[in-house]
């Protein structure tokens, strides 16, 4: 059972297209290659830089840690924080896990578990976060504090993150949430979800004057009405709170991993600031940056609401609490960028197409120019000249593309469910997979 | 003064005027429970501050130190506990300690010892570490930090102060010291403190709009805005890493803690309502937020490192120690960008105004001249304040004034470090002071 995870980084990475290697044994439902299964995965474009990608990979592996990629089977002061993306799967492979339920999520059907309403689930649990965060945000600067306020205020977005965060710490909780929730564990798990919220929020904030967005989620953003200056301000003032808060869980463990989130996070800002023509056309590059921007921050927060619950870091539920976070927050990046594609603006509320405007080639447009040569110049050029947004728009209805990403976000989606599967009954678990379901549908 | 004097008295009456000579033993106003704290710690109290302009925003309570480390650190800002304006009483000496006393116009006290070059070996591989953790295989960013570490001039002045005060808090001798995993860990420290550091001026810069940044062209000009954000919050996060990794949550937390002291200080230098820009308070507070609460949490840090309890006496000398020598070194660097030409200090003169703030220097003339007070609540924006506020500032004795509190602030740093065990790094510790003081760019 202990299947050593250090194969795994190796081979995650390695093209879908080729047959080599074999499967795992996936009790601990990690794919090992993408070797078996082959047929389903002709369709993946390899890279000539994927093996590049690994060795790069590797090489800040080995940076960062002065010690052995090995995981440790006892936890001690070096965690072995290899990014979640060079253990997970990325790309579909063929077998899948066992799963008690074997719950199959299907976009055009209503959720698995319909009487169950997730954010209905948690919205008393939520509300003295907005309170919290509000106080939290009271600089007594009127400035920062409005823009804060602001923020939080006009976002449409139903608190995604801390609802996660609450919900997967029910999950993982050996106690019934009558008992739980009156814990001080309960309370440090909510201290969990406003940091994840935090971090999140400054992140947005700083991305704003870094892609000077016009919109954001219907209300301007930030840094247009104020400056950069505030804006740069604000989110350091929301890190900054956030590590202190962090600081007070009094856990080293959850402490290094929210700190390595944050740290994927700035990754992939960088990854997305600069890269090399031939990386855009790459999907695994995709895949990694949307790791970076996304996933790493719900894994990372829902890998540390089950420490946090007492949980080891190598358990069977930490690590099924994790994998559920990859791979659902691999799928709601997908879909996010699915909908750019294809809402109008006004149902986004950002401009349509915004990824194209910022150069950004995602998962329907790498599918397309698969198949379509002429759309790789315009990916590598990053959509400079006039016309090639709406070229390659044009370019994206004309394939499967828009299918085919829906289908890579099933197959997230339903490997988020999966590992919930792993996780004891409870209402909690249905509506953590029920939020993969809202993920798959959403329409804005 | 004996040991066991604490320095409640003296927070009491930190604010409390010096010139005045209001209190000859500095007792008056304390009257009220001064605890027999073995914490050190000071209970706010009444104000008289005749010369010095009071600030009707009063830094906020908190509540009582507890005596025993629980998970709930009693971080109160270091500014509400130690004194921030003179009082007549002096830092407690340790018992049997001789006085050391810093006099900016001769040489240093130990002219045997040279702290910089004492660490120098231990910081080389500082550079190298830093360089290879920040390689991200991304040409911007790491061309970027890169630039910024080796352009400065500055001799990598935290970690300098960190490795010291590590030396200096040490029960082993350091030739046992330096082999030591707790020494590496320290070692740490001091390359989070800088990151931390740089992080922050990075943001600066893109706050400020400096020109010119330690002779070399601010980052954000050279790039954009862009990068210059990803830059800082890329050394953050990396020094949030490192920082966790030290396995050590009270650590975590003062460290966190002086980061939020840096956001907050620029959030005051941002807006400030016009009154507190005369108020000598706020920009010592200020000061604070801005400079000393990095180094004082990094030199509490490095203590605690070192096995000494939150609330020892070691810690809090050396907390003491990096409080007041960083607020002695931000007056002094306000006094330079007074007076010294752009040449020698590698950034425009008189930048501080350029920005729109008022340094001591200023505060002190405004006491005095009662025309240059709307010129700082103006933030110097009409032509010719910069310079009418130079001419009146050279025509009272407020540059003087703003040395001797200088001075005194490095004197108080002077008497916490010799709290600390006899060792060449003690001495080092207290040759830096001098060196702050004489210091012309």
């Not at chain 1, 828009?402 to 989606?413: G, K």
Request: with cysteine; aromatic share 6%; net charge positive.
């Amino acid at each position: 059972m202990k299947t050593t995870l250090c194969t795994l980084g190796a081979c995650a990475l390695a093209s879908a297209g080729s047959n080599e290697g074999r499967l795992a044994v996936p009790q601990t439902a990690f794919v090992r290659g993408a070797g078996g299964g082959g047929a389903a995965l002709l369709r993946h474009r390899s890279s000539s830089s994927s093996s590049l990608c690994s060795t790069r990979l590797q090489h800040r592996c080995r940076s960062t840690r002065s010690a052995a990629t090995v995981r440790r089977s006892t936890v001690v002061a070096t965690l072995d924080l290899k990014p979640a993306f060079s253990v997970y799967a990325t790309l579909p492979v063929g077998s899948r896990a066992q799963s008690e339920e074997g719950v199959e999520l299907d976009a055009s059907k209503p959720a698995p578990f319909p009487s169950i309403d997730a954010f209905e689930m948690v919205k008393e649990d939520l509300a003295p976060f907005t309170d919290s965060i509000k106080e939290l945000v009271d600089t007594q600067h009127p400035v920062l504090s409005m823009a804060a306020k602001h923020f939080f205020e006009r976002r449409h977005g139903k608190r995604f993150r801390p609802t996660i965060v609450c919900l997967m710490s029910r999950a993982v909780s050996e106690q019934p949430y009558e008992t739980l929730r009156t814990s001080q564990q309960y309370k440090r798990q909510g201290q969990l979800g406003t940091i994840t919220e935090m971090i999140h929020v400054a992140s947005l904030i700083h991305d704003d004057v870094l892609d000077e967005a016009e919109t954001r989620r219907g209300g301007l953003a930030v840094h247009k009405l104020y400056s950069n200056k505030v804006a740069v301000l604000a989110g350091d003032y929301l890190l900054a709170r956030a590590s202190v808060l962090l600081a007070r869980l009094n856990n080293v463990q959850v402490v290094e991993i929210m700190a390595t989130a944050l740290d994927s996070l700035v990754q992939g800002e960088i990854m997305q600031l600069q890269s090399a023509p031939e990386d855009l056309l790459d999907m695994s590059h995709y895949l990694k940056k949307s790791y970076y921007k996304t996933a790493s921050l719900i894994c990372s927060a829902c890998k540390s609401a089950a420490l946090l619950g007492g949980h080891d870091f190598d358990s069977d539920l930490a690590v099924a609490a994790e994998e559920y976070g990859y791979h659902m927050g691999l799928a709601f990046q997908i879909v996010d960028d699915i909908l750019d594609v294809t809402a109008g603006a006004e149902v986004l509320g950002k401009p349509a197409m915004a990824d194209m405007s910022l150069g950004l080639a995602t998962a329907p447009l790498l599918y397309a120019a698969e198949e379509v040569k002429e759309l790789r110049p315009l990916i590598k050029r990053r959509f400079k000249e006039p016309g090639d947004k709406e070229a390659a728009f044009a370019y994206v209805l004309k394939t499967d593309a828009i299918a085919r990403s829906r289908a890579l976000a099933l197959w997230h989606a339903q490997r988020a469910v999966d590992a919930a599967a792993r996780l004891p009954p409870s209402p909690a678990r249905q509506a953590l997979i029920n939020v993969c379901h809202t993920v798959l549908t959403r329409n804005k | 003064m004996m040991r066991s004097t604490t320095a409640a008295l003296l927070g009491s009456l930190a604010l409390t005027s010096a010139a005045q000579g209001s209190s000859s033993t500095g007792s008056n106003g304390a009257s009220s429970g001064v605890r027999s704290s073995k914490l050190a710690f000071a209970k706010g109290a009444a104000l008289r501050l005749p010369r010095h302009y009071s600030s009707s925003a009063a830094p906020r309570r908190r509540s009582a130190r507890r005596d025993t480390v629980v998970a709930t650190l009693d971080l109160k800002p270091a500014f509400s506990v130690y004194a921030t304006l003179p009082v007549m009483s002096k830092g407690q000496l340790a018992v049997g300690e001789e006085e050391v006393v810093l006099d900016a116009s001769k040489g240093a006290p130990y002219p045997g010892v040279d702290a910089f070059d004492m660490v120098k070996e231990d910081l080389t591989p500082f550079t190298e570490s830093i360089r290879e953790l920040v390689d991200t295989q991304h040409p911007v960013l790491s061309m970027a930090a890169k630039h910024f570490f080796e352009r400065r001039h500055g001799k990598r002045f935290r970690p300098t102060i960190v490795c010291m005060m590590s030396r200096a808090v040490s029960e082993v001798p350091y030739e046992v010291l330096k082999n030591s995993l707790q020494y590496k860990r320290q070692g740490e420290l001091g390359t989070i403190t800088e990151m931390i550091h740089v992080a922050s001026l990075i943001h600066d810069d893109v706050l400020d709009e400096a020109e010119t940044r330690r002779g070399g062209l601010a980052v954000h000009k050279l790039y954009s805005n862009k990068v210059a954000v990803l830059a800082g919050d890329y050394l953050l996060a990396r020094a949030s890493v490192l920082l966790a990794r030290l396995n050590n949550v009270e650590v975590v937390e003062i460290m966190a803690t002086a980061l939020d002291s840096l956001v907050q200080g620029e959030i005051m230098q941002l807006q400030s309502a016009p009154e507190d820009l005369l108020d000598m308070n706020h920009y010592l507070k200020k000061s604070y937020y801005k400079t000393a609460s990095l180094i004082c949490s990094a030199c509490k840090s490095a203590a605690l490192l070192a096995g000494h309890d939150f609330g020892s006496r070691t810690a809090i000398a050396a907390e003491e120690y990096g409080y007041h020598m960083g607020l002695a070194f931000q007056i002094i660097d306000d006094i330079l960008d007074v007076t010294a030409a752009a040449d020698v200090l590698g950034k425009p003169a008189m930048a501080d105004m350029s920005l729109g703030l008022a340094t001591a220097p200023l505060l002190y003339a405004a006491e005095e001249v009662p025309a240059l007070r709307p010129l700082i609540k103006r933030r110097f924006k009409q032509p010719g304040d910069k310079e009418a506020a130079f001419a009146h500032v050279l025509s009272t004795d407020a540059l003087a004034r703003s040395r001797g509190l200088a001075q005194w602030h490095a004197q108080r740093a002077v008497d916490a470090a010799l709290r600390l065990p006899p060792s060449t790094a003690r001495q080092a510790l207290v040759n830096i002071c001098h060196t702050v003081l004489a210091r012309k760019h």
